[in-house]
């Protein structure tokens, strides 16, 4: 999530319902077979002057390439050092989530190369693919002209190259194979077999656990925030269903996941894509399980919960020795046990009526309205009966003291910022997959029970303007008592709000 108008966006998204929601089966519709696609003709696929490469390093030239759309792509090739003079395996690496480029992937295909397999990657397209909108449909048709690219260089055999798919390349990579025979293996690492958006759900649990969460942000951030960003429109793919394109996966398959995976539901992925590969007639497939590496199969220093960029030292070692085995013969199944999970994923249900985008910032302009409305309304009042001193202060008569001033207030500034504060806090949870929650204090971070505190004080602050407004209204001018009942109708939709995105409860 990068671009500022989709950020911005999410504070449409992330708004008030009236009431709360439940969750129910998963609404996800299979997703139909694809049918294949010819293989596209690569772009000036012969390669530049190769650079300079030291001992046992990797010869590495610039490659160029165009997808079924006319998208462009620009790569690079990485050939072992020492390359084969009958041709050796080739292999396409597609990346995760995000505005991918070269450099991402180029340590981890340099490892390839050393050991033999001729790698390329590619800069992921950013015509069609953004925080808010990707077709896993045209990564494949990328994927599918990066193998095809590849197929044609000099010392490539053309029928050994394969698909690397990591995390979201996973999916994309899976629905490349099975959409042509020109792919000859796949490898994934981090694979999901959940759809993006429960996934993204449990990852955020997991993360939030991590960091000592408890109580109401769990909820709100795994089931409220989710699927109000789905409704939205702002988590693009929300709904793809990765089984069908593993049903058509015919190749032989290596799956790896990290033993620290914390990112892609290791435990259930592995079954829901052992059983697809089944259904489908898939008898050459390895499922292993990498100890002591994260979700991307690289280091970690906190127990798969952050992201250093250093690969282990026999990375690529167990893959490209079982792609050089691919030559002499395919492989029977194996499967290690996959990575243990703490807690599962759980459906989400589709918003219900009273929580479509429009009726949430129709909500939450009302609470803003009140509450913004009536400082602002006090400001300027304030400001107009300021005196202006020409001569010695007059000597005047106190006036007289409802309470209600204060307590109006007081609901005003603490419930404006609740709500604001809460919306910006969520959104920094989404932007940031809810790795970063900041200091947290008895099972709350920070930040949240301060918004928390804010919440129960402006329902309070309420209830006494509320009443001081009843006692006093005979001294209250009418524009007091118009921006008295705006400000008490805006409190009449923040408590239900509050309780439902978690503000208001334990």
């Known amino acids: 999530m990068r671009a500022l108008l989709p950020l911005l966006g999410l504070l449409s998204a992330l708004l008030v319902p009236l009431a709360p929601a439940a969750v129910a089966a998963p609404s996800v519709a299979p997703v139909a077979p694809v049918a294949p696609v010819a293989p596209v003709a690569p772009v000036a696929p012969a390669a530049p002057a190769v650079a300079a490469a030291g001992a046992g390093d990797p010869a590495r030239s610039e490659v160029s390439f165009a997808s079924a759309d006319g998208t462009v792509l620009h790569g690079v090739v990485l050939a072992p050092p020492a390359p084969s003079g009958t041709g050796g395996p080739g292999l396409v690496m597609v990346g995760g989530a995000g505005p991918g480029t070269v450099t991402d992937l180029e340590d981890a295909a340099a490892a390839y190369a050393r050991r033999g397999v001729t790698t390329l990657v590619y800069d992921k397209r950013t015509a069609g693919y953004s925080t808010t909108r990707r077709d896993y449909g045209k990564l494949a048709d990328d994927?599918?002209?990066?193998?095809?690219?590849?197929?044609?260089?000099?010392?490539?055999?053309?029928?050994?190259?394969?698909?690397?798919?990591?995390?979201?390349?996973?999916?994309?990579?899976?629905?490349?194979?099975?959409?042509?025979?020109?792919?000859?293996?796949?490898?994934?690492?981090?694979?999901?077999?959940?759809?993006?958006?429960?996934?993204?759900?449990?990852?955020?649990?997991?993360?939030?656990?991590?960091?000592?969460?408890?109580?109401?942000?769990?909820?709100?951030?795994?089931?409220?925030?989710?699927?109000?960003?789905?409704?939205?429109?702002?988590?693009?793919?929300?709904?793809?269903?990765?089984?069908?394109?593993?049903?058509?996966?015919?190749?032989?398959?290596?799956?790896?996941?990290?033993?620290?995976?914390?990112?892609?539901a290791p435990e259930e992925s592995a079954a829901i894509i052992r059983q697809a590969l089944d259904r489908g007639g898939n008898t050459h497939y390895t499922f292993r399980t990498v100890p002591g590496v994260r979700h991307n199969l690289q280091l970690t220093r906190a127990d798969g919960f952050d992201r250093p960029?250093?690969?282990?030292?026999?990375?690529?070692?167990?893959?490209?020795?079982?792609?050089?085995?691919?030559?002499?013969?395919?492989?029977?199944?194996?499967?290690?046990?996959?990575?243990?999970?703490?807690?599962?994923?759980?459906?989400?249900?589709?918003?219900?009526?009273?929580?479509?985008?429009?009726l949430q910032a129709t909500a939450v302009a009302v609470i803003l309205a009140g509450q913004l409305g009536y400082l602002l309304g006090g400001a300027v009042r304030r400001i107009r009966r300021r005196p202006v001193r020409s001569g010695p202060p007059v000597r005047s008569s106190p006036p007289v003291r409802t309470g209600l001033p204060r307590a109006a207030r007081g609901a005003a500034l603490a419930g404006s910022a609740a709500t604001v504060g809460a919306l910006g806090y969520l959104l920094f949870l989404a932007v940031t997959a809810a790795q970063f929650t900041g200091p947290v204090l008895f099972g709350r971070p920070v930040v949240w029970a301060a918004l928390q505190l804010c919440a129960v004080f402006a329902v309070g602050a309420s209830g006494l303007a509320a009443v001081g407004g009843l006692r006093g209204h005979r001294a209250l001018s009418s524009g007091c008592r118009a921006r008295l009942g705006l400000l008490l109708l805006s409190s009449a939709v923040f408590v239900p709000w509050a309780g439902y995105w978690g503000l208001l409860l334990p």
């Open 143 to 264: 994927a599918l002209a990066a193998v095809a690219a590849l197929r044609s260089r000099p010392g490539v055999q053309p029928s050994r190259v394969g698909l690397w798919g990591l995390s979201e390349g996973a999916w994309v990579a899976s629905l490349a194979a099975a959409r042509s025979d020109d792919v000859s293996f796949l490898v994934t690492a981090g694979a999901v077999g959940l759809t993006p958006a429960r996934q993204q759900a449990w990852a955020y649990g997991g993360y939030l656990r991590h960091a000592g969460v408890a109580g109401s942000l769990l909820p709100t951030m795994q089931v409220t925030a989710i699927r109000q960003l789905v409704g939205a429109g702002l988590f693009p793919e929300a709904d793809y269903d990765p089984v069908p394109a593993w049903e058509g996966v015919r190749q032989p398959v290596l799956a790896e996941w990290g033993a620290l995976d914390r990112e892609a």
């Open 309 to 358: 960029e250093a690969l282990p030292d026999d990375y690529a070692v167990h893959e490209t020795a079982w792609i050089a085995g691919l030559a002499t013969g395919l492989p029977t199944v194996s499967v290690d046990p996959p990575p243990h999970q703490d807690a599962w994923s759980r459906p989400l249900a589709p918003l219900a009526w009273y929580e479509s985008v429009p």
